[in-house]
């Protein structure tokens, strides 16, 4: 979703480079731009910026994309600084490149709507984003000179889900799309919420700018709010209940209030899934996302996976690098302190993107050795491809999770609770206790690890103390939060053998609670050796960070526990009852090389990356200060409540 | 305690060092004579003493003398030390430096005892440090020409302690006594323990090369007990387990005779005791200037309590105390104007050499120049400069309670309520970090420390102002007050005191490490307690489970203004691993103690109206 800024920061902040200068003077030497109101089939008009190749030795494609954070700078005169950017290539190769203001947002006229709706069977005048596209299509192979009638469409971010929605548009002209880290489901997967849990970090520092009113159309927004305190876990903890946050940014930010008013996954927001429109999806598709995207990971997974399963025929491909939010248009050699031992961006872009487009827009290259997912599998650092994804040959293992921090793949013999918590003292355990008893008389042969979540200490979602969200953190060293008491961790011996991920990775918890709603963050981990050293030949950070027994977040996710059995409906927790809560991480493309071990950590806060659970079975957005309260939270592991992930392992 | 460690890992303090050690080393050889000898103790053991004689004989010179654990080497005639001295300016004002070997270390005979406990009746054969210190000073003044007849001593950490035990029972020629760091008392405030909980990190380490037995006399001590490779010390002492596996195959294995008597001796008992300096401390009549580091994770107390204790058993003897920014040692090193977040403004190691060390000794020992220090030259973290007092602590300090209260509030109002407390839930499974981040060894900067890496705990409470209105000045020492109840027998107590900088950064704050200061919690001073010596250190008591007891200790002096507009916080925490060893919560020896005595504790702290938990804070009067 912020994608827009890392683009700003980039052009902003690199200059100065010779090469670069005779790259710009090359762009505004041999490109013409145009800039055009294209007018809608309900005569709303969408501001256009379009780069023309000079050269008029052949026809050229068209390749767009549509935005909603403004196709800057404006002004015929003023040129895009594509050159800094590896898609300069396509200006190379002569493509008339095009960006397009979204309804509603910046020169556009019309009014912006979230992302919009798909409508399955438009009539007349109605319109949506694929409708929209459809005609910024039409008007530009029938206007624009020496086009050669194909058409692409790309966009990360925000952008991919438009690129999403404009593969539905049907327009034939329109040949290949690549959907890159496509927003697609804001309420199970995608920045706003994860499985319910409310993601008021990110939405916070986005909307109070991005959700500002668009009464006409402007180059500029003005500035958004800024909060003083340069510490986000200590703003977010200050500020308390989300609904203190929607006090702080009054009530012209339409979207937020809205947001608000859809706690549970109704038809609102099921609205907007963009998953409703993939069928008979007709262009060539290139699904991109990041294994490390902290916000749309999950939309690149499963929109590919959606496309798959509705529109079979469709000519659909996925690549995942080990990437942050956009990270495939840099090096793209290390993120944090992980680092890749490659510039997986530069071979994505040079090996895949390009000739991508080029294939199918230009007839150019040779796309045979495309396979349908090429992805990249982080631990072992090396691109794998496959016919299908998730891949054929994998064995579904169970992965249980054991007393005494233990976790096995293989079932062990269950060990009977011999040391009951009686010497906790702690009026919560006693009360959990207590209505354990009621509910499960049989309580010696229980077996569980416990800990007391308590949403005044939430555990930070990254050791150090940050202004804005990092995009760091999924791939941050978990030591500290091993060493608290509210995160409880289970983890193998050494591995004998390299173990391989690769799909999504399925949590399957037996927990109690002594109150009436929990989250449970579950994160699979790599640990490395103790002695643990990248080779002297990889790219990192270079903070010298102490590698030996790295804790490597190689998934987490969130599960809002009233969501466990439905989005729709949500259910209290029975204090003290055991109740399954299983649900799906984003899946995972990791090899946890021999030597290391497999670490699973579980927590029941991750702040202030997602809002606080109050504990107490309500709609959270209306919750008050008063309402938030500790709990006790056991894992269960023991014969008949056996808590496990359930792990794709590559044979 | 540790100083030599300190240098050799500290390669910023080295690269200042070597710069000027580049200039001195040949300085030395230009103008000293290199002299190895071993004089002889009245028991008969031969001490090594290596002596560098001023080649320039037209005027006699005073002797400047370091006695060492850490080796008076390099040793031979022809091989010349780095550096010599205190410090590079007192070299070039020529002296007759004399390194010399205790008893029982490196190339000196005889057995070396931990903290070498003073004999205040010596009798026929008995030997001590004053007396070895006594004998050499005897034999230098008799056997090396050119002197003037006087002798002055210095040291920092072990050899700090050494510099004080020349004090009892003198020799009359000594004229300047420098105690820096002083190692004092190892189980109340220094090295081993701290109110009696035992600083498992740091002498795990030391231990390893410093308390190998070794039969001497050698020249090097060779390779430590045992070998380890882990990187973080938290994993590694958590998974290493109770205190005695310390002593399996792997590790000591009962070979260290210092680690062996550290674990024998876990109450402040006989063998403490006669480990105590301070108490010897009596009719001293020889200038003395004790220098410390308010952060110095080693020997704060030592510092501190031995200009103490001479000031009180000692009155009229001229005794002066400086106090620094510093980490342990480092007023030795070249430069010194910024640690961590804090930035002096100044050189306060160049201050302290130039305008203190180097005249003390002109002074006392040569009659040159004027040595006009204050009692007291301490510096004022804050707001960074230095202050000048006619005592230690100033006498216009008003004893100020700040009452612990509901609502994580720090406030000069007591409570009202009948009932208010707040509980955590103290697990030594996963004890409170005391230092943010994965490390080997102790890092350095952990007093300093943002300590919010802390307070997001559970385990951690915490209590807190208002903005303050007006600058607030700490000058003195520091009483945490707590009533606290456990349900086990025993716990640790950590008091940490921490400077809240504003949440709202102002367009000049500095941003020392880059980083916003917004919010920042900069530790200032804290202190544990090992709570079964909350009435006694000789003899523990454990705690009735969930009743209310006092918990009353002090933390050491800090000397520190809270500026306008930040905040006093103060947190308590029942452990600071590896820091400090854990408690297994359960009234046992913990030496003795095994895995399954380690046991969760509720731990409460309370501030009703009846047991109102409070630090008492010396506020310095404007």
């Known amino acids: 979703m912020r994608y827009l800024l890392t683009i700003i920061l980039f052009i902003t902040c690199v200059n100065n480079l010779q090469a670069q200068n005779t790259d710009s003077a090359w762009f505004v030497n041999n490109y013409t731009k145009m800039e055009k109101l294209i007018p809608m089939r309900d005569g709303v008009k969408l501001f256009t910026a379009i780069y023309i190749p000079k050269d008029v030795s052949e026809k050229h494609p068209i390749l767009m994309t549509r935005t909603p954070y403004s196709c800057a700078p404006y002004g015929a005169n003023n040129f895009l600084q594509i050159w800094k950017s590896y898609a300069f290539a396509y200006a190379k190769e002569n493509y008339i490149l095009v960006e397009q203001d979204v309804r509603g947002r910046y020169m556009s006229e019309g009014e912006f709507v979230d992302v919009r709706p798909f409508i399955k069977n438009k009539t007349g005048k109605q319109f949506d984003e694929a409708s929209d596209t459809y005609d910024a299509i039409d008007w530009l192979v029938k206007n624009i000179a020496a086009n050669n009638n194909k058409v692409g469409v790309f966009g990360i971010s925000y952008p991919g889900f438009y690129s999403t929605e404009a593969a539905l548009s049907g327009h034939p002209s329109l040949k290949a799309v690549s959907p890159q880290a496509p927003v697609t489901n804001w309420f199970i997967g995608d920045d706003f919420h994860h499985k319910g849990a409310f993601f008021a970090m990110d939405g916070f520092s986005f909307y109070p700018t991005f959700g500002k009113p668009h009464p006409k159309p402007t180059m500029d927004y003005g500035k958004g709010f800024t909060t003083p305190v340069k510490d986000n876990y ?3 903890l200050q500020a308390g209940a989300v609904k203190n946050l929607a006090r702080l940014i009054g009530d012209s930010i339409k979207f937020w209030h809205e947001l608000y008013q859809h706690p549970n996954y109704d038809e609102w927001w099921k609205a907007r899934d963009a998953r409703v429109g993939l069928y008979n999806v007709k262009p060539a598709m290139l699904w991109v996302g990041g294994l490390f995207d902290a916000e749309d990971c999950w939309g690149a997974w499963n929109a590919y996976k959606a496309c798959e399963t509705q529109s079979p025929a469709t000519n659909s491909k996925i690549v995942m690098g080990p990437w942050y939010h956009g990270q495939w248009t840099k090096e793209g050699e290390y993120l944090g302190n992980a680092s890749f031992g490659s510039k997986t961006g530069e071979w994505y872009q040079q090996n895949i993107e390009v000739p991508f487009f080029n294939y199918h827009l230009k007839a150019k290259g040779d796309l045979s050795k495309l396979q349908e997912a090429t992805i990249f599998f982080s631990g072992k650092n090396e691109w794998k491809t496959f016919g299908t994804w998730p891949p054929k040959d994998i064995e579904t293992k169970d992965f249980y999770l054991s007393s005494g921090g233990r976790a096995v793949f293989k079932l062990l013999t269950p060990i009977a609770m011999t040391d009951t918590p009686k010497t906790l003292g702690d009026k919560i355990n006693t009360i959990a206790d207590k209505i354990s008893t009621v509910f499960n008389p049989d309580k010696t042969s229980f077996n569980y690890t416990e800990y007391i979540s308590d949403p005044a ?34 983890k193998t011996d050494l591995l004998n053998e390299d173990v391989t991920l690769a799909g999504p990775v399925i949590a399957d918890l037996k927990a109690s609670i002594s109150s009436t709603d929990a989250d449970f963050v579950v994160k699979l981990i790599d640990v490395f050796p103790a002695d643990f050293k990248y080779d002297s030949t990889y790219k990192t950070n270079g903070l010298n960070y102490p590698m030996g027994g790295y804790e490597m977040l190689v998934r987490g996710e969130i599960l809002r526990g009233k969501f466990r059995n439905s989005f729709e409906v949500p259910e209290p927790f029975t204090p003290g009852k055991i109740s399954a809560v299983k649900f799906e991480l984003p899946d995972v493309a990791h090899t946890f090389k021999k030597g290391h071990a497999i670490m699973v950590q579980i927590q029941s806060s991750w702040f202030p990356l997602a ?26 592991h023991d014969a008949v409540n056996q808590s496990k992930l359930i792990m794709p392992v590559l044979k | 305690m540790h100083f030599r460690l300190l240098l050799m890992s500290c390669s910023f303090i080295l690269s200042a060092h070597s710069q000027q050690n580049g200039a001195m080393t040949g300085y030395i050889k230009g103008n000293y004579t290199k002299l190895d000898t071993a004089i002889t103790m009245h028991d008969g053991v031969k001490l090594y003493t290596v002596i560098y004689i001023p080649k320039d004989n037209n005027q006699k010179y005073p002797f400047l003398i370091e006695r060492t654990p850490y080796s008076a080497g390099p040793y031979g005639k022809a091989n010349y030390a780095a550096s010599i001295g205190p410090n590079f300016q007192l070299v070039k004002e020529k002296y007759i430096f004399v390194i010399q070997d205790v008893r029982g270390r490196f190339m000196s005979e005889g057995r070396n005892l931990e903290v070498t406990p003073y004999i205040p009746n010596k009798g026929e054969k008995g030997a001590d440090e004053s007396s070895d210190t006594y004998e050499t000073i005897d034999w230098l003044i008799k056997n090396i020409a050119n002197n003037n007849g006087r002798a002055g001593i210095y040291g920092i950490s072990y050899p700090g302690f050494y510099a004080t035990a020349a004090l009892p029972g003198a020799h009359p020629a000594l004229k300047a006594v420098s105690p820096q760091a002083p190692v004092t008392d190892e189980f109340i405030g220094d090295d081993a323990n701290h109110n009696g909980a035992f600083f498992l990190l740091d002498n795990f380490s030391f231990m390893n090369y410093f308390g190998k037995p070794v039969i001497g006399p050698v020249e090097d001590y060779g390779s430590e007990v045992f070998t380890t490779t882990y990187k973080d010390a938290y994993k590694f002492f958590l998974e290493l387990g109770p205190l005695k596996n310390t002593q399996s195959s792997q590790y000591f294995n009962n070979k260290s005779y210092i680690w062996n008597e550290y674990l024998e001796h876990d109450t402040y008992d006989a063998y403490w005791k006669a480990r105590n300096i301070r108490q010897h401390l009596k009719n001293i009549n020889i200038p003395v200037m004790v220098v410390g580091g308010w952060f110095d994770a080693e020997d704060l107390f030592g510092a501190l309590n031995t200009y103490k204790a001479i000031e009180k058993q000692s009155p009229k003897n001229n005794n002066k105390l400086v106090m620094g920014p510093w980490t342990h040692g480092a007023w030795a090193s070249g430069n010194w104007s910024k640690f961590g977040s804090y930035d002096f403004g100044s050189n306060t190691s160049a201050y302290f050499q130039d305008s203190l060390q180097t005249n003390f000794f002109n002074y006392y020992l040569k009659d040159k120049g004027d040595f006009d220090a204050a009692e007291a030259t301490v510096f004022e973290t804050g707001t960074n400069q230095w202050k000048k007092y006619n005592t230690w602590p100033p006498v216009n300090v008003t004893m100020t309670d700040y009452f612990l209260n509901a609502d994580n509030r720090l406030s000069l109002k007591k409570n009202t309520n009948g009932k208010s407390f707040d509980e955590y839930i103290s697990d030594p499974q996963n004890p409170v970090p005391y230092t943010k981040g994965v490390y080997r060894n102790r890092n350095n900067e952990y007093m300093i420390e943002d300590q919010r890496f802390a307070v997001s705990r559970p385990d951690v409470v915490m209590y807190e102002t208002d903005s303050l209105t007006n600058d607030l000045t700490l000058t003195g020492q520091i009483t945490a007050d707590l009533f606290v109840s456990t349900s086990g027998t025993d716990a640790d107590f950590i008091v940490k005191l921490i400077d809240v900088l504003p949440s709202i950064e102002t367009p000049n704050t500095k941003r020392p490490e880059g980083k916003s200061m917004g919010g920042f919690q900069r530790l200032v001073r804290a202190e544990v307690m090992r709570g079964k010596f909350r009435n006694s250190f000789e003899e523990p008591q454990a705690f009735k489970p969930n009743e209310i007891s006092e918990v009353k200790f002090f933390l050491n002096d800090v000397s520190h203004t809270f500026k306008k507009g930040h905040r006093l916080m103060v947190q308590v925490q029942s452990s600071w691993f590896p820091l400090v060893d854990r408690n297994p919560q359960k009234f046992i020896r913990i030496p003795d103690a095994e895995e399954k005595d380690f046991k969760k504790a509720n731990i409460n702290i309370y501030h009703d109206t009846a047991h109102q938990s409070k630090l008492i804070l010396p506020v310095l009067k404007k």
């Open chain 1, 234 to 236: 200590k703003f977010y």
């Open chain 1, 611 to 636: 809002d606080r659970n109050p504990q107490k079975f309500i709609d959270i957005y209306k919750a008050d200060d008063k309402d938030f309260q500790k709990a006790n939270i056991r894992i269960y």
């Open chain 1, 457 to 490: 200490h939430p555990v930070p979602y990254t050791e150090d103390v940050h202004e804005q969200r990092t995009r760091e953190y999924m791939t941050d060293d978990q030591r500290f939060a091993e060493r608290r008491t509210d995160v409880i961790t289970f």
